[in-house]
């Protein structure tokens, strides 16, 4: 029994030396799944406890107010003061109509409005002779028809006397019919000058804000159209809308704090801070909105556009409207 104890103990260190032996290949087929595993398993309770506190999405973009400009009178541009991309301030004048046509026809709109007010002068002297007429013949009439029923005065001087009055009421009534047509258009010809004069106003265009100008289609010399897209100004300020599907938005409200991540620059996260929940869907809101009472319904989670604001300042950026954005709002 001594003997063999010897002999075993010689057997186990060999087997031992043997499996510390084995390829290093061996080993990492064992090694590295495990630590693959425990990786995954580290990184799937992180994304579950981070998923809790915040909600991200990548259908998001940045967005802003073009005010898109269009002449509201027709013409040729005599003078064009931007070009492509310039800074603009409220009040610049950024193009000039030919204004020729609507300053003559501003000046043939006056000429008939003094002629007008010429023919009212003379036609209120007429009203005044009318009335006066009216009072001569009403007062012969009285007196005549006075003698008439005396017997003093002939039949005929009472008919003629009476169809004098009839005469004199509707030369009364004509004159003041006139007179009120002549005032009726003078009215609408001081409209008239007002409108001219606006139209002339027109032909210059100034800038409504402060802004940059984009999408420029005209060129000096170009006849342009009334209500014809010129170019646009995009004013400095931007925000973020993003496109959270809707079984992230429960706990999302007003105020709370965002981090945003444009593609343009990665290395940077902006913060800001959750404006304002819209209150209804994208898709309820689009130009065909879906038809959901039919057979054929499928059930898709829906996307609502949430306004996210910038807390710092972005002006030394270039973040322009339609740039892809990844927010990232922290609504635990």
């Not at 070009?83 to 603009?88: A, G, H, K, M, T």
Request: charged content about 30%.
């Amino acid at each position: 029994m001594e003997d063999k104890k010897p002999e075993q103990q010689i057997t186990q260190e060999s087997e031992t030396e043997q499996e510390d032996n084995r390829p290093e290949y061996k080993k990492k087929r064992v090694l590295v799944p495990s630590i693959t595993a425990i990786v995954f398993l580290i990184c799937g309770i992180f994304y579950s406890i981070h998923s809790v506190y915040y909600k991200s999405t990548d259908d998001a973009f940045v967005e802003g107010h073009v005010i898109t400009v269009a002449p509201r009178v027709a013409g040729i541009v005599l003078h064009l003061n931007i070009e492509d991309n310039q800074e603009v301030k409220k009040g610049d004048l950024l193009l000039e109509i030919d204004p020729n046509d609507y300053e003559a026809k501003l000046k043939e709109t006056k000429a008939k409005l003094e002629e007008a007010k010429a023919a009212l002068i003379n036609s209120e002297h007429q009203v005044i002779k009318s009335f006066s007429d009216l009072d001569f013949a009403q007062a012969d009439y009285e007196r005549y028809s006075k003698m008439y029923k005396k017997g003093i005065s002939s039949k005929q001087d009472y008919d003629a006397s009476k169809n004098k009055l009839t005469a004199a009421q509707s030369n009364n009534n004509s004159a003041k019919a006139a007179y009120d047509e002549i005032n009726a258009s003078i009215k609408r010809l001081e409209a008239e000058v007002e409108q001219d004069e606006l139209n002339l106003s027109y032909t210059k265009i100034y800038a409504a804000q402060d802004g940059m100008i984009t999408n420029r289609t005209v060129e000096e010399g170009n006849y342009i159209q009334v209500a014809q897209p010129l170019f646009a100004i995009v004013p400095e300020k931007m925000w973020v809308v993003a496109n959270f599907k809707e079984t992230q938005i429960a706990n999302m409200k007003k105020g709370q704090p965002v981090s945003i991540k444009i593609d343009t620059y990665s290395g940077k996260k902006f913060k800001g801070e959750v404006d304002s929940i819209q209150r209804s869907t994208g898709a309820r809101q689009s130009l065909f909105p879906p038809e959901n009472a039919v057979g054929s319904y499928v059930k898709i989670v829906q996307r609502v556009p949430v306004k996210i604001i910038f807390k710092e300042d972005i002006s030394n950026y270039n973040i322009v409207p339609g740039m892809s954005v990844v927010p990232e709002v922290k609504v635990k």
